[in-house]
């Protein structure tokens, strides 16, 4: 016989008597988390490639058929700068 799991009751909809995932505060924890391991080591800007680095440290998605044509400077003290090809560019904004 076949045994199901047990509903799930958390996940990314939204409800007023949870706060289930907050993604604004995990980018933004994520983000302090990197610049508090490269200010451990002096690093002052890493150039950052490949989608699942850039999401992890700005929360921008890049064009998953294109690889490597998106690129992050990320800085310690600044906000990162996004480089993105002229298809993906235009939806940035969204993301």
Known sequence: M???SSKLTFGTETV???ERINMSRMREERAQRARQV???HGIAV???TGGPNCRYLTGVRD???RPML???LFFVEHDPVVWANAGWYQQIQEQ
């Open 2 to 4: 076949v045994k199901l």
């Open 16 to 18: 007023d008597w949870q």
């Open 38 to 40: 490269m200010r451990k």
């Open 46 to 48: 890493m150039l950052v």
């Open 63 to 65: 064009a998953q058929n």
């Open 70 to 72: 998106g690129y992050v």
